[in-house]
């Protein structure tokens, strides 16, 4: 809704209530439709402000109706009769404007706002274009180069960005009474302006629609916005609003645009996690960390280290190895200096000591183990630290896989024990699997998962299984990519299925990124190959590719070695160029194996990779390691680069249709009978069964089903 009061002399305040970002919902557009025109009727009213209740001007339309049938006046004429008024109207902009908001602000005739105040149209991050006049307002203000770059990216900057682009006045003190100067209106209507363009407008459009078809790989919105700007450029703005509205419909109905409103709900749904134990987000008290280590200073350990202290939390940094220890000690304030040079900090980076003895954590609140990937030497280092910390203090291992509850059983306090999997470069990705196992207390998964919220990541709570959530998954994936190989494919033609699917980078591609030997390690740890195991193609009851194990056999380690799946520029090399070696290693392969290589179509090398993937996201929910497909969907699009306009491996499932999905894999299954990942689930067949319903009621779903087999 929107309120109405009057501020001293003759301005009339139009408040906007609709907690918590006071979005445009029908009630809000009606309140504001209903003051203005209280406004405009007062003879005593000589100008008007619009502002947000709570200290937030406005998030934007209400995404929540998205899903429904538009009620209430829409936008765009709303915004259109706010320009039109002869009283000058003035939008006092605290917290944030953003998408409807924004272009709300930009219909009146004066933006004021606080020097906070975080601005932008974020619209193409939901797979639409700013729909309310924002496309044809907004270039005609800040010019077409400026609008480019935000819509298109959905780039959201504090007021001073946009006060230099002299989109609005900025202020310091809160907001309380705006007072407007008595100059014409005319120069204040936008959308009566012609649009700035520069000399070589048509050369800037064309160079930005083929940048954005570049990066956006697949996404349809940010076409659509330089299709947006391009009608701001060359039509009247009446024509200009008519093309953005069709651009508008068009992107409104499609699969992406639900796939991204699922993705923004998705990233929020996690942070209210619960436990098969019933432990929750609401019933669990979370300690604050003001004194962390992190012991191991390798990739994973420096980045630990930097994540933590740019929170403000002040860290031990441990490592054993005296070399280790002198380079990490140098290289580890310099990237800090360089993240939060990066980005605006709230409070100044924590103080980083680097120490070679563990004895030195004994004050910390909280340890996060970032070692070698071996479950011996995470052993002796739970030992020790356990002897070595003050009783309470949490103990974390970064193991991407290994049993957490094995780590908590070597501890005092078995309850203090969880998972804190975080993902390379660990500064910079923004996901977090906090593992739980059976005895991980409700508080110390509550601390990791605030703690991850701090460090400005998407922390997921998942249950405590080989690979946990993401590389259980990732497993049957890769699984499919070398059997594919086996059967004819190349791994240039995997990945470049994969790559037109969406994701930044094939399967072959981001293991050579990856380093080949992260997964010969976890093989050989599994006993699935190395010294002794017998070299064929099914091992413990299962097909098993030997692939990837003979190219590491062959030194072939991917980028770091300068070889992989693909050749590169020597070692550290980045451009991945088909390597003719590969080619003869796998003819060679398969007249060893007696396999004759077929022509693949790509539709099934996505359908294998994918739905492999997506059945054991099925039997992770059946087995209750994760809470709901919106925990899967979230690690998969935060962590592993699952196309967010594809919203995640489960809405995916749900978006192909879970009967095809369970077809599909009934088919592949029968070709490969002895691939057990192609099994398909029992709750895939289950929510068939009871006519597949959407992705959002699956957890319901999926408790009930666990209360009946529980009674
Ligand atoms: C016509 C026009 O052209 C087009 C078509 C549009 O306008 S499309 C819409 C364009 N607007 C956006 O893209 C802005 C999206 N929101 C945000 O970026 C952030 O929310 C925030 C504003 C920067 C605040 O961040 P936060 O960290 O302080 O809180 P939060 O946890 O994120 O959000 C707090 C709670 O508010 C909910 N929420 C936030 N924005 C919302 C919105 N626009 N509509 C509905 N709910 C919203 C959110 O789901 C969460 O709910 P719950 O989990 O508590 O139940």
Redesign the pocket.
């Known amino acids: 809704m929107a309120t109405y009061s009057r501020l001293p002399g003759s301005v009339a305040l139009i408040t906007l209530q609709n907690p918590?970002?006071n979005?445009?919902s029908a009630a809000v557009r009606q309140g504001i439709v209903d003051t203005v025109q209280r406004a405009l009727k007062d003879p005593k009213v000589t100008s008007v402000v619009i502002c947000g209740q709570n200290g937030?001007f406005c998030?934007?339309?209400?995404?929540?109706?998205?899903a429904g049938p538009m009620l209430g006046p829409p936008?765009v004429p709303m915004i259109h009769a706010i320009e039109a008024v002869d009283k000058p109207v003035a939008a006092a902009i605290e917290g944030?404007a953003?998408?409807?908001?924004l272009?709300l602000a930009l219909g009146c005739h004066y933006r004021i706002a606080h020097s906070k105040a975080?601005l932008g149209?974020?619209?193409v991050?939901?797979g639409?274009?700013?729909?309310?006049g924002?496309s044809q307002r907004l270039p005609r203000l800040i010019g077409l180069t400026a609008a480019l770059d935000l819509i298109t990216t959905?780039r959201?900057h504090d007021s001073s960005f946009f006060s230099s682009l002299h989109l609005l006045c900025v202020c310091s003190q809160s907001i309380s009474s705006v007072c407007v100067s008595g100059q014409s209106l005319d120069s204040r209507r936008l959308s009566t302006l012609p649009c700035p363009c520069p000399p070589d407008v048509d050369s800037l459009l064309d160079k930005t629609m083929v940048k954005v078809r570049q990066r956006s790989r697949g996404a349809l919105a940010p076409v659509a916005c330089v299709q947006a700007l391009m009608a701001a450029a060359s039509l009247p703005y009446t024509q200009g609003m008519e093309k953005e509205r069709d651009l508008?419909t068009t992107l409104f109905n499609s699969g992406q645009a639900r796939a991204l409103q699922y993705a923004?709900?998705s990233q929020?749904?996690v942070?209210?996690w619960s436990l098969p134990s019933g432990a929750s987000w609401d019933n669990s008290a979370a300690r604050t960390i003001s004194k962390a280590a992190v012991i191991g200073l390798g990739t994973m350990g420096r980045g630990i280290v930097v994540a933590l202290a740019l929170t403000g939390i002040s860290v031990v940094a441990v490592e054993t190895q005296e070399k280790q220890l002198a380079e990490a000690s140098q290289v580890v304030p310099a990237m800090l200096q360089r993240e939060a040079g990066r980005r605006s900090l709230a409070t100044p980076p924590g103080v980083i000591s680097f120490s070679s003895n563990l004895q030195d954590v004994c004050e910390v609140e909280l340890v996060i183990e970032a070692v070698f990937e071996d479950m011996s030497l995470k052993l002796q280092v739970f030992r020790h630290l356990t002897s070595v910390c003050r009783p309470g203090t949490l103990l974390c291992s970064n193991t991407s896989g290994l049993d957490i509850d094995r780590l908590a059983a070597v501890t005092q306090s078995p309850g203090l024990v969880v998972g804190m999997h975080f993902f390379a470069p660990a500064h910079v990705m923004k996901l977090l699997e906090v593992v739980y196992g059976p005895r991980s207390s409700p508080e110390a998964v509550a601390t990791a998962m605030q703690l991850g919220k701090r460090m400005g990541k998407v922390s997921v709570a998942v249950g405590n299984c080989p690979g946990f959530v993401g590389n259980r998954m990732l497993k049957p994936y890769l699984e499919q990519a070398n059997f594919l190989l086996e059967e004819g494919a190349t791994p240039q033609q995997v990945d470049e299925v994969l790559e037109e699917f969406g994701f930044p980078m094939g399967v072959f591609r981001m293991s050579d990124l990856s380093g080949l030997d992260v997964g010969w390690r976890i093989r050989k740890e599994a006993g699935l190959t190395g010294p002794g195991v017998e070299s064929t193609r099914t091992r413990q009851g299962r097909r098993y590719s030997p692939l990837p194990d003979q190219v590491c056999e062959a030194g072939r380690l991917g980028q770091k070695t300068g070889r992989g799946w693909y050749q590169y520029d020597g070692p550290g090399g980045r451009v991945a160029r088909s390597d003719h070696w590969v080619n003869i290693f796998l003819e060679a392969y398969r007249a060893e194996h007696g396999l004759v290589a077929r022509s693949i179509a790509p539709e099934e090398i996505l359908e294998r990779c994918l739905y492999a993937l997506i059945n054991e996201g099925f039997n992770i929910l059946q087995d209750a390691m994760a809470a709901g497909p919106e925990d899967i969907d979230a690690i998969y699009v935060f962590g592993y680069g699952w196309p967010r306009h594809h919203g995640g491996p489960m809405f995916h499932a749900g978006q192909v249709g879970l009967g095809r999905i369970l077809e599909r894999l009934q088919h592949h299954h029968h070709n490969h009978p002895d691939v057990p990942h192609l099994k398909p689930s029992t709750l895939l067949r289950r929510l068939v069964a009871v006519g597949s319903p959407p992705v959002q009621k699956w957890r319901e779903f999926i408790n009930k089903e666990r209360v009946h087999s529980q009674l």
């Open positions: 918590p970002v979005a445009l937030k998030g934007g339309a209400d995404i929540r109706e998205f936008l944030v953003l998408g409807g908001g272009e975080l149209l974020p619209e991050t939901l639409l274009l700013p729909g309310a924002g959905g959201q508008l923004f709900f929020r749904v942070g209210k």
